[in-house]
């Protein structure tokens, strides 16, 4: 195995250290791998000034298209170590070997499509009144705030960084606490491959340390998070002071909605998989099953078939469930494992699995009715839901009826249905006979209601990681 960095922050392109540092552990295990730095306001504001450093220097200085070279590089860079990051991410946060290889090539992919971004979004010109010429530019916010979970720490940093640095802005990051590895280590691959020192800056430390005083640092003009909804309330509440603009990704209970007339073999699979990727860490897992009365015991049967037989194991072993990511996560899960809800299948645990790793056996539960917890709260966790419904207008208000709104997934074959229900669910995300859409870097992403605001992903993250500044010439 890998060793874990020293412990140290990426302040411009130097190793920073800090007096207090914090272990790492690895998931699957339970032991202390290895310490990260503590970083705390203190590293946060010179992160802050050296990304400013770079927005006035050599950063700030190159051509949309100079940025975008630099970042093609640095997508080649991260596809090159694809390898070397998937296994430091399998020890450092539990992920399953091919889905953490899957983060690092999505996070090169983003690179790419946000480098090859940099130079096509244009500002417009507004036919006004006579005698004057108006056109609108597009322009980076200046240094950007990236809080990063632990859950897909490679994908977050690319879909938010890339986006960011695409439109010229210079990034602070800090990454989850379980989790700083491969962002110390995406932080590096860049500046080799070519990124200016300053534009892209790596602080790891505690959320209520290092995250809220990144959040409310006055030189911070835009911040990107993903996690809860109770922290990103408080990164909100801590940016509006001085009028920061905040894009909020927090996660959802996502429906995937069956009908009779669907093509099970197509769906089932989906249907699992969306459930127990990263073991249920997902946030937007399609964590509750609607399944229409006439095929609900062929599709749970088919469905406990999957589930039954899911392996479950150490990271760095690749099974199809890896551990969670702590023990506070398995406790949390836990609690709704044992909620006495009907239990249609649970994967079994090897015997000889380490016994301070954080696992929990992938379950499905049967007969969950819409007011209950495990069909309306977050678990993150390798747990499915399923509900029945009998019509149409059941299904679409019970796929509504959380707090939450990220992605829904619908399968039928009835193009009328495909589109009523595309159009009638409360979401951000809607796959009709698919879900994800393999990842979808092209994609973008975010949610209503208490998923959060804001779009990332897709050509849609360049408009919020810029802002927009209209000029009035009048020449007569
Ligand atoms: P948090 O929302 O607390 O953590 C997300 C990020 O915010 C981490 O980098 C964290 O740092 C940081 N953070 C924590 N407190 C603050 C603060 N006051 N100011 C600024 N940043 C802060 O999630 P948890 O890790 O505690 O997970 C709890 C639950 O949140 C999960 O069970 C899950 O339901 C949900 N979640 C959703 C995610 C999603 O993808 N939408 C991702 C992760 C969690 P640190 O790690 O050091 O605490």
Redesign the pocket.
């Known amino acids: 195995m890998s060793a874990p960095l020293a412990p140290h922050c990426l302040i411009g392109d130097e190793t920073v250290t800090t007096a207090r540092t914090l272990p790492v552990h690895d998931p699957s295990t339970g032991e202390e791998t290895g310490r990260i730095a503590r970083g705390a306001g203190d590293e946060i504001d010179r992160a802050v000034r050296a990304a400013e450093g770079a927005r006035a220097g050599l950063w700030g200085g190159l051509d949309a298209a100079e940025r975008g070279a630099i970042m093609g590089d640095i997508a080649s860079a991260i596809r090159a170590r694809a390898g070397e990051l998937a296994v430091a991410e399998a020890h450092d946060v539990g992920k399953p070997l091919k889905q953490a290889r899957a983060d690092a090539l999505a996070c090169a992919r983003y690179f790419e499509f946000y480098g090859g971004a940099a130079d096509k979004l244009h500002g417009q010109t507004i036919p006004f009144r006579r005698g004057y010429t108006v056109m609108t530019l597009r322009e980076p916010h200046g240094v950007t705030g990236h809080?990063?979970?632990?859950?897909y720490p490679m994908q977050i940093i690319g879909r938010s960084v890339g986006a960011a640095l695409a439109m010229g802005n210079a990034c602070v990051v800090?990454?989850?606490?379980?989790a700083s590895q491969t962002a110390l280590m995406l932080g590096r691959i860049a500046i080799e491959a070519g990124l200016p020192a300053g534009a892209m800056n790596v602080v790891p430390?505690?959320?209520?340390e290092a995250?809220?005083a990144l959040?409310g640092h006055p030189g911070i003009r835009h911040v990107s998070f993903?996690?809860?909804t109770v922290?990103g309330a408080?990164?909100q509440q801590a940016a509006a002071g001085r009028a920061a603009p905040v894009t909020l990704?927090?996660?959802g209970k996502s429906p995937q909605v069956v009908f009779a007339d669907a093509d099970l073999d197509a769906a089932l699979p989906f249907l699992a998989m969306a459930a127990v990727q990263n073991a249920g860490q997902t946030?937007s897992a399609g964590s509750r099953v609607l399944i229409e009365e006439a095929v609900y015991d062929e599709v749970t049967a088919r469905l406990a078939e999957h589930f039954a037989g899911l392996t479950v194991g150490k990271a760095i072993d690749d099974p199809d469930v890896g551990p969670l990511i702590n023990a506070r996560?398995r406790r949390?899960v836990g609690d709704f494992l044992d909620c006495g809800a009907t239990v249609l299948a649970r994967a079994p645990l090897p015997d000889d699995l380490p016994e301070g790793g954080h696992y929990v056996a992938p379950t499905l539960f049967g007969d969950v009715r819409p007011d209950d917890a495990l069909a309306r709260e977050?678990v993150?966790g390798p747990v499915l839901a399923c509900l029945k419904f009998t019509t149409e207008t059941e299904a679409v208000a019970m796929a509504n009826a959380t707090p939450y709104g990220l992605v829904a997934g619908v399968w039928t074959r009835d193009g009328g249905r495909q589109l009523r229900m595309a159009h009638a669910l409360e979401a951000g995300q809607v796959f009709i006979n698919n879900y994800g859409a393999g990842g979808g870097v092209e994609l973008p992403f975010g949610g209503v209601k208490l998923s959060g605001h804001g779009r990332e992903k897709g050509f849609e993250a360049l408009y919020g990681f810029s802002t927009l500044k209209t000029v009035a010439i009048m020449h007569g």
Request: charged letters at 25%.
């Open positions: 809080i990063v979970p632990w859950n800090k990454p989850g606490e379980d430390g505690l959320g209520q995250g809220a959040s993903t996690g809860s922290t408080d990164v990704e927090l996660g946030c996560q949390k977050e993150f």
